[in-house]
């Protein structure tokens, strides 16, 4: 069958209100908003909103949306005892998504028949403001965990992102932290139906609640073709070690056919829309922390492979060395992903439910032909 499309490359699956992906334009909308502007101008609070209700939020909308996203932001002691219970050396990917199974056991239980766990948009909704809100304390205690420090309690007088900050670090985060960690969330938010996402509306379809949904979307996010490339970009900076070794390393990684983590997209053959906007932030944080050698080593990489190869950057290049700097272990970077795109997976989730189709494409056999088992004599019955 020729129409075999690997990967569902260029298949439009269905529809969607979310967020506009033009390849063509080098466009992203969220709710038709230019992404360069939510991420500028928005607090992420208001950006999770706009995903969730079609429209930004209004003051009196925000400080509402706050008050309830606030309530929530406590480590509950049966998510740190289930991360508790994993080894020190575990994932954080793994962490998170055991913390996410531990939330989604615990509030679907009692719902005997699996169709009660699917809930109702509004429960969902309130869900995924619940999840929103717990994930922060769920990535930075295993962080913290990781290098022998106890939890921090959240701190209401902070947003979203310096909340984050202020549970990862025990301080305070400068604002100029402050902004580029935010403007990471709101660019790392959505992207239509990327892997991880087109994995919640596929677990969506068969009518298994939103917790099942966003469980295997991390799993899909924790992969270092998707999500997990943010941490294989540091991973990549901390092996080639300075700007001088760039050529060298290049030359032998390409003779391994080795993928460039941070480079390359599927929809995107031009330059990943978001990468300018994230680019700024790392610039602020280059200078703010004094290390011209990040951003040499960086601009070396980038021009070096897009010379030899023509792939552009994503979102994942300009991101990972943002979050080293900040002071994020580099097995929290994709955790931190999660963080931000589990508005945009629930979103698609909701989107989903209000229009579902369970999602079931088909294959061509390509096995050997029908055969036998010798002396088989079929019941009539089962024929
Ligand atoms: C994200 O979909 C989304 O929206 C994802 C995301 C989101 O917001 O959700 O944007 C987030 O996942 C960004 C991508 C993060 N992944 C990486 O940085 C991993 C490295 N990138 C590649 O693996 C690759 O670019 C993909 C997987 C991202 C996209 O690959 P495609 O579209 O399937 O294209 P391909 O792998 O078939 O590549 C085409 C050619 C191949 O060469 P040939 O085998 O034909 O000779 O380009 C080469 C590839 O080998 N190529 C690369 C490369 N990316 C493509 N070669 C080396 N390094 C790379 N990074």
Redesign the pocket.
């Known amino acids: 069958m020729s129409d075999i499309k690997k990967?569902l490359?260029g298949v439009v699956a269905d529809e969607t209100s979310i967020s506009k992906?033009n390849p063509e334009t080098n466009s992203l909308l969220y709710r038709g908003y230019p992404v360069q502007e939510l991420a500028s101008t928005q607090p992420f609070e208001a950006v999770a909103y706009l995903l969730w209700h079609g429209e930004l939020p209004t003051d009196e909308q925000l400080a509402e949306f706050r008050v309830a996203e606030r309530a929530h932001r406590a480590l509950q002691p049966a998510v740190k005892a289930a991360i508790d219970q994993l080894p020190l050396d575990s994932h954080p990917m793994d962490e998170v998504r055991m913390a996410v199974d531990a939330i989604g056991a615990i509030e679907t239980a009692g719902s005997g028949n699996v169709l009660d766990a699917v809930g109702t948009p509004k429960e969902n909704l309130e869900r995924s403001l619940r999840l929103f809100a717990a994930l922060p304390a769920i990535v930075a205690y295993g962080q913290r965990r990781r290098r022998g420090l106890e939890p921090v309690d959240p701190r209401d007088d902070l947003d979203y992102a310096a909340n984050f900050l202020w549970l990862t670090f025990g301080e305070e985060a400068d604002p100029v932290v402050v902004e580029a960690f935010n403007r990471s969330m709101t660019l790392?938010a959505?992207?239509?139906?990327?892997?991880?996402?087109f994995t919640a509306r596929v677990i969506t379809s068969t009518l298994s609640d939103l917790y099942s949904a966003v469980v295997g979307a991390i799993g899909a996010?924790k992969g270092?073709?998707?999500?997990?490339?943010?941490e294989?970009?540091q991973h990549i900076f901390e092996e080639i070690g300075s700007a001088e070794k760039v050529a060298e390393w290049l030359d032998a990684a390409?003779a391994e056919?080795?993928?460039?983590?941070?480079?390359?997209?599927?929809?995107?053959k031009r330059g990943?829309s978001?990468v300018p906007t994230m680019k700024a932030s790392l610039d602020t944080l280059v200078e703010f922390y004094d290390r011209s050698d990040v951003a040499e080593l960086y601009a070396t990489l980038e021009s070096e492979?897009v010379g030899r190869?023509g792939?552009y950057p994503?979102?994942?290049?300009p991101s990972g060395p943002a979050y080293n700097l900040i002071g994020f272990d580099t097995l929290t970077f994709t955790p931190l992903f999660v963080a931000a795109?589990v508005t945009g997976w629930t979103a698609h989730i909701l989107e989903q439910q209000a229009s579902n189709a369970l999602i079931r494409p088909l294959s061509a056999y390509n096995g050997v032909d029908e055969r036998h088992i010798a002396g088989y004599v079929p019941d009539a019955a089962t024929l």
């Open positions: 990967g490359a992906v790392y959505e992207h239509s139906f990327n892997a991880s996402t996010l270092p073709l998707h999500g997990g490339a943010n294989a970009v390409l056919k080795r993928k460039i983590m941070g480079f390359g997209h599927r929809v995107y990943d978001r492979f190869k792939i994503n979102l994942d290049y795109r």
